[in-house]
């Protein structure tokens, strides 16, 4: 008697594994696809992002950034002419999608741009600059402890 109750208690452990498996892939609620609709499109816009990161290292002074009483403060690099700087700034926050957002670099003032300190709550966030000067494109990337 004791085989017969190994091979039973087998079999339930391969039921209860099966049911699982089973329900996993027919339930709609636990649909996360890694795959993008669109894989090449996406490749393609993913190298444009290393180029524009290789054409920032070629800088002699990137883009930096420093935390200030009114907010984060966007540095660009000087001898810019900062009147021809356009693009966007990326502010993603890991731990809450709705905190994430972006504004454009439009006509600055002078070589910095401030986020106010009203849109950034204390911790971590990824920054990304996505920014053209004279015809070149440029990134920054780095995740950040405000």
Same mark, same amino acid.
């Not at 920032?56 to 420093?66: A, I, M, Q």
């Not at 700087?85 to 999608?97: A, D, M, Q, W």
């Not at 003032?109 to 990304?128: A, E, Y």
């Given at each position: 008697?004791? +085989?017969?109750? %190994? $091979?039973?208690?087998?079999?339930?452990?391969?039921?209860? *594994?099966?049911?699982? @498996?089973?329900?996993?892939?027919?339930?709609?609620?636990?649909?996360?696809?890694?795959?993008?609709?669109?894989?090449?499109?996406?490749?393609?816009?993913?190298?444009?992002?290393?180029?524009?990161?290789?054409?920032?290292?070629?800088?002699?002074?990137?883009?930096?950034?420093?935390?200030?009483?009114? +907010?984060?403060? %966007? $540095?660009?690099?000087?001898?810019?002419?900062?009147?021809? *700087?356009?693009?966007? @700034?990326?502010?993603?926050?890991?731990?809450?999608?709705?905190?994430?957002?972006?504004?454009?670099?439009?006509?600055?003032?002078?070589?910095?741009?401030?986020?106010?300190?009203?849109?950034?709550?204390?911790?971590?966030?990824?920054?990304?600059?996505?920014?053209?000067?004279?015809?070149?494109?440029?990134?920054?990337?780095?995740?950040?402890?405000?």
């Amino acid at each position: 008697m004791g +085989g017969t109750g %190994v $091979v039973l208690a087998f079999i339930g452990f391969i039921a209860f *594994i099966m049911y699982f @498996v089973v329900t996993m892939f027919a339930d709609n609620r636990f649909k996360n696809e890694l795959v993008t609709e669109d894989y090449y499109g996406a490749e393609l816009l993913y190298q444009k992002d290393i180029n524009k990161l290789e054409k920032s290292k070629e800088l002699t002074v990137n883009v930096n950034y420093l935390r200030t009483n009114d +907010g984060l403060k %966007v $540095v660009f690099p000087k001898g810019f002419d900062y009147t021809e *700087i356009t693009g966007k @700034v990326f502010l993603y926050r890991p731990s809450n999608k709705q905190l994430d957002f972006e504004t454009s670099i439009v006509s600055l003032s002078d070589s910095t741009l401030l986020i106010p300190d009203k849109r950034l709550v204390d911790g971590r966030w990824n920054i990304k600059i996505d920014w053209q000067y004279k015809g070149n494109s440029y990134l920054f990337k780095e995740s950040i402890i405000y």
